[in-house]
């Protein structure tokens, strides 16, 4: 059974760091992109940022770039998301994904296959 499981949320005030975790299980993801995802409450889930499966490319969005670093261990089959300077409008429940059908680097929600289970992030202004 696939499993991703996301760790290393909490709560944090504005301008500190957080750094997510995503452990997969149950399969290996070294071929394919991986993906954070977040989704605030009452707004639509977000792409934030997407590594290639050597990580050769990453790609963020404009609202966290600079911010926010993603990476990947593929010996430990880990997905990293490392959120410096946080701000209060970053306060969202964050998920990884994995896109195990697609080339590249997908940005779209429908593009991934599977998700973990969230991780909330609060930050206090």
């Known amino acids: 059974q696939v499993q991703l499981v996301e760790s290393g949320g909490g709560l944090v005030q504005a301008g500190g760091s957080l750094r997510l975790s995503c452990a997969a299980s149950?399969?290996?993801?070294?071929?394919?992109?991986k993906g954070w995802f977040r989704q605030a409450p009452g707004k639509e889930r977000e792409f934030v940022a997407v590594?290639?499966?050597?990580?050769?490319?990453?790609y963020y969005a404009d609202s966290v770039k600079g911010r926010f670093t993603i990476s990947r261990d593929n010996a430990k089959n880990t997905l990293y998301l490392q959120m410096n300077s946080l701000k209060p409008e970053d306060t969202a429940v964050y998920y990884c994904?994995?896109?195990?059908?697609?080339?590249?680097?997908?940005?779209?929600?429908?593009?991934?296959?599977?998700w973990g289970q969230g991780t909330q992030v609060a930050v206090s202004s």
């Open positions: 994904a994995v896109a195990a059908t697609q080339v590249g680097v997908p940005m779209a929600i429908d593009e991934y296959d599977y």
């Open positions: 149950g399969r290996t993801f070294s071929m394919f992109a």
């Open positions: 590594i290639s499966w050597n990580g050769g490319r990453t």
